[in-house]
């Protein structure tokens, strides 16, 4: 069973950048499709973006051209490179394997602020 822990989020201005990872234990992570949602106060946990075993990406609406998924399966992590952030990107950020999901684990609070 993959075990999941998020790291990298923080306070940041608007406009400004953050680099979010996901290191997995298990050697399943290589073959698993990998997603980061978020979940903001008083709104739905949504998904922003999932990345395939083989890099394939799709991204929600909210943050296209803005953020960017990647992942080193050698290294065994997931990661989100977060540009141009905005206001309402304020939430905190999980990562789980998709399509099925398995246990969330604590995720990353990410502040947009000025």
């Known amino acids: 069973q993959v075990q999941l822990v998020e790291s990298g989020g923080g306070l940041v201005q608007p406009g400004g950048s953050l680099r979010l990872s996901c290191a997995a234990s298990g050697n399943i992570f290589r073959i698993s499709t990998m997603g980061w949602y978020r979940q903001a106060p008083g709104k739905q946990r949504e998904l922003v973006a999932k990345?395939?075993?083989?890099?394939?990406?799709n991204y929600a609406d909210s943050i296209k051209g803005r953020f960017t998924i990647s992942r080193d399966n050698a290294k065994n992590t997931l990661y989100l490179q977060m540009n141009s952030l905005k206001p309402e990107d304020t939430a905190v950020y999980y990562c789980?394997?998709?399509?099925?999901?398995?246990?969330w684990g604590q995720g990353t609070q990410v502040t947009v602020s000025s």
């Open positions: 990345i395939t075993a083989g890099g394939s990406t």
């Open positions: 789980n394997k998709a399509s099925p999901f398995g246990s």
